[in-house]
T-cell receptor, first 112, second 115 residues
Framework: GQQLNQSPQSMFIQEGEDVSMNCTSS?????WLWYKQDPGEGPVLLIA?????ELTSNGRLTAQFGITRKDSFLNISASIPSDVGIYFC????????????FGKGTKLTVNP | SAVISQKPSRDICQRGTSLTIQCQVD?????MFWYRQQPGQSLTLIAT?????????ESGFVIDKFPISRPNLTFSTLTVSNMSPEDSSIYLC????????????FGSGTRLTVV
């Protein structure tokens, strides 16, 4: 089945720094989703991407849908302590399926 | 987007017992999804629950272990049966986005510890 390879696995940064993480697949995805999970909470959707080449922002977050449809990245600018959490990429399995497949997540730690 | 209330938020259970997790949505939805998130891991789909029909289970998950009810379009339960320590995980319900929006919404999760 389709798999999402997410990197890096973890990041330790200083407050104010910019962050970049990415997700790749050997299969084509028609939608890319980026979620954030805070400790003790369920994942919350940050950005949804629906077209190859699409670049979408949500505040300090920017995500792009790769031209090949096999990758996506998420950037966070000027990080703040509340950016701490686990970031997951996800996408529908394809073939008409409504089910999502998730990457393994990037754990972000922001040092004040 | 839909608002999901999931309970309990956490529980500590004895091995061999069962726990039923409830998921209530503030709007009618066709499909509801149940996920497991093992410690430090990503989300794995357990099953899809449609109202009026039996749930569809993913490979590695069976109805006897994870029975699911879906009595109406706003509610579902997942039972973790005959629990063992390996069942210690976060269990999450999720509902589909609307229209062409795949931005699925998640409940806050149930953190289960089996001792």
């Amino acid at each position: 089945g389709q798999q999402l390879n997410q990197s890096p696995q973890s990041m330790f940064i200083q407050e104010g720094e910019d962050v970049s993480m990415n997700c790749t697949s050997s299969s084509i995805f028609n939608t890319w989703l980026w979620y954030k999970q805070d400790p003790g909470e369920g994942p919350v959707l940050l950005i949804a991407l629906y077209k190859a080449g699409e670049l979408t922002s949500n505040g300090r977050l920017t995500a792009q849908f790769g031209i090949t449809r096999k990758d996506s990245f998420l950037n966070i600018s000027a990080s703040i302590p509340s950016d701490v959490g686990i970031y997951f990429c996800a996408g529908p399995r394809g073939g008409g399926s409504e089910k999502l497949v998730f990457g393994k997540g990037t754990k972000l730690t922001v040092n004040p | 987007s839909a608002v999901i209330s999931q309970k309990p938020s956490r529980d500590i259970c004895q091995r061999g017992t069962s726990l039923t997790i409830q998921c209530q949505v503030d709007s009618q939805v066709t499909m509801m999804f149940w996920y497991r998130q093992q410690p430090g891991q990503s989300l794995t789909l357990i099953a899809t629950a449609n109202q009026g029909s039996e749930a569809t289970y993913e490979s590695g998950f069976v109805i006897d272990k994870f029975p699911i009810s879906r009595p109406n379009l706003t509610f579902s339960t997942l039972t973790v049966s005959n629990m063992s320590p390996e069942d210690s995980s976060i269990y999450l319900c999720s509902v589909e986005g609307t229209g062409s929006n795949y931005g699925y919404t998640f409940g806050s999760g149930t953190r289960l510890t089996v001792v």
